[in-house]
C-alpha cells in the first residue's frame, strides 16, 4: 500500500521526543524518505548524537531544538523555527513522554511532572501548531502519542494512565473539529504502541514480547495508509483481538456496573477469561 502523501522528500516533520525509542525510529525512517526534519527532546546531548548519525541527502535539512514540552513558550518557539525556517509542517508527533513510580494518592511531584510532559506536552503541541498547519491548505497530519494504559487503565501507575487517557480524549475531539473545519486538509491520528523495547524499559536487551521501535513506525505508516484514527499497535505477546477483548471489557465496567478495573478484581476473574 503506498504510503501517505506528507511522507515524501521535501515534506517537513516536526517530531518531540525524538532523541530516543518511537520518535528515533520515526525520525529515521522520516530521513530515508528524504523529509526534512526538525526534531526536539529536552536531553539535548542524546538528540545531537542522532542528527550526527543520521545522513542527509543533498537538500535535506536536519534541525534540532531543546525543548521541554511542559513549558508552552517552548513548544511556541518549535513552531516559529519550524515555519522560519521551512514555512510549513507536513507531519507534527507529538510524542515526548515520561513516567515514573507513583500511586493513587502519593507521590504528588511525579503526577505533576508525567501530567505536564505527557498531557501537557501534546495540548501544547496542539495549540502551538495546529492553525497554522490548518491555514497551509495542504495535506497534514497530527499524530499524538497515546498508551493502552490510558485505555484499559491497568493498576500500577495511575499518573501515567491519567495522562494518556488525556491525550486519546484530546485527540478525539482534535479530530471530530478538523474534519468539521471547512476546507481543512489536517487530520489528527492517536498512536497506541504496545508493549515496545525504548528507553522506558531499561533493560540492555530487547524482551522477546516487544517490538522494536521501527516495527511500531512501520504500523503507522500502514494504518495512516489505510486512513486509520486509533492505530493501536500488537506485540509480540498481545494480538490486536486480545486487545480489542481487553478495550471492550473495560467499557463494559461502565455499561453493566461492574467495579473499576474488574478485570484484575478476583470476582471476576473467571468471568473475564470467558469473555
Same mark, same amino acid.
Given at each position: 500500500?503506498?504510503?501517505?502523501?506528507?511522507?515524501?522528500?521535501?515534506?517537513?516533520?516536526?517530531?518531540?521526543?525524538?532523541?530516543?525509542?518511537?520518535?528515533?525510529?520515526?525520525?529515521?525512517?522520516?530521513?530515508?524518505?528524504?523529509?526534512?526534519? $526538525?526534531?526536539?527532546?529536552?536531553?539535548?546531548?542524546?538528540?545531537?548524537? $542522532?542528527?550526527?548519525?543520521?545522513?542527509?541527502?543533498?537538500?535535506?535539512?536536519?534541525?534540532?531544538?531543546?525543548?521541554?514540552?511542559?513549558?508552552?513558550?517552548?513548544?511556541?518557539?518549535?513552531?516559529?523555527?519550524?515555519?522560519?525556517?521551512?514555512?510549513?509542517?507536513?507531519?507534527?508527533?507529538?510524542?515526548?513522554?515520561?513516567?515514573?513510580? !507513583?500511586?493513587?494518592?502519593?507521590?504528588l511531584d511525579a503526577w505533576r511532572r508525567i501530567i505536564e510532559v505527557n498531557l501537557?506536552?501534546?495540548?501544547?503541541?496542539?495549540?502551538?501548531?495546529?492553525?497554522?498547519?490548518?491555514?497551509?491548505?495542504?495535506?497534514?497530519?497530527?499524530?499524538?502519542?497515546?498508551?493502552?494504559?490510558?485505555?484499559?487503565?491497568?493498576?500500577? !501507575?495511575?499518573?501515567?494512565?491519567?495522562?494518556?487517557?488525556?491525550?486519546?480524549?484530546?485527540?478525539?475531539?482534535?479530530?471530530?473539529?478538523?474534519? !468539521?473545519?471547512?476546507?481543512?486538509?489536517?487530520?489528527?491520528?492517536?498512536?497506541?504502541?504496545?508493549?515496545?523495547?525504548?528507553?522506558?524499559?531499561?533493560?540492555?536487551?530487547?524482551?522477546?514480547?516487544?517490538?522494536?521501535?521501527?516495527?511500531?513506525?512501520?504500523?503507522?505508516?500502514?494504518?495512516?495508509?489505510?486512513?486509520?484514527?486509533?492505530?493501536?499497535?500488537?506485540?509480540?505477546?498481545?494480538?490486536?483481538?486480545?486487545?480489542?477483548?481487553?478495550?471492550?471489557?473495560?467499557?463494559?465496567?461502565?455499561?453493566?456496573?461492574?467495579?473499576?478495573?474488574?478485570?484484575?478484581?478476583?470476582?471476576?476473574?473467571?468471568?473475564?477469561?470467558?469473555?
Amino acid at each position: 500500500m503506498p504510503l501517505h502523501e506528507v511522507f515524501a522528500p521535501t515534506k517537513v516533520a516536526v517530531i518531540t521526543g525524538a532523541a530516543d525509542g518511537i520518535g528515533r525510529a520515526a525520525a529515521e525512517r522520516y530521513a530515508s524518505l528524504g523529509m526534512h526534519l $526538525l526534531l526536539a527532546d529536552i536531553h539535548g546531548e542524546r538528540l545531537a548524537a $542522532l542528527a550526527r548519525e543520521l545522513v542527509p541527502r543533498a537538500g535535506q535539512r536536519v534541525l534540532t531544538q531543546v525543548v521541554d514540552v511542559a513549558r508552552l513558550a517552548e513548544v511556541v518557539a518549535l513552531k516559529e523555527l519550524a515555519y522560519r525556517e521551512f514555512g510549513r509542517v507536513d507531519v507534527l508527533m507529538n510524542n515526548a513522554g515520561t513516567s515514573q513510580p !507513583n500511586t493513587a494518592w502519593g507521590d504528588l511531584d511525579a503526577w505533576r511532572r508525567i501530567i505536564e510532559v505527557n498531557l501537557w506536552g501534546v495540548v501544547h503541541g496542539i495549540h502551538a501548531f495546529t492553525g497554522a498547519m490548518v491555514a497551509q491548505g495542504t495535506p497534514a497530519l497530527i499524530i499524538n502519542t497515546g498508551s493502552k494504559q490510558g485505555i484499559t487503565n491497568p493498576p500500577g !501507575n495511575p499518573a501515567y494512565n491519567l495522562s494518556k487517557a488525556g491525550v486519546r480524549s484530546a485527540s478525539e475531539t482534535l479530530q471530530h473539529e478538523l474534519r !468539521n473545519t471547512p476546507e481543512c486538509r489536517v487530520s489528527a491520528h492517536l498512536l497506541v504502541p504496545g508493549y515496545t523495547y525504548t528507553g522506558f524499559t531499561q533493560r540492555k536487551s530487547k524482551p522477546d514480547g516487544a517490538w522494536l521501535p521501527a516495527e511500531v513506525i512501520d504500523y503507522l505508516l500502514a494504518a495512516l495508509s489505510r486512513g486509520s484514527f486509533y492505530i493501536i499497535c500488537p506485540d509480540n505477546e498481545v494480538s490486536s483481538a486480545e486487545d480489542g477483548r481487553r478495550m471492550r471489557w473495560a467499557a463494559g465496567d461502565l455499561s453493566e456496573d461492574r467495579p473499576p478495573l474488574s478485570r484484575w478484581h478476583p470476582d471476576y476473574q473467571e468471568a473475564y477469561k470467558n469473555s
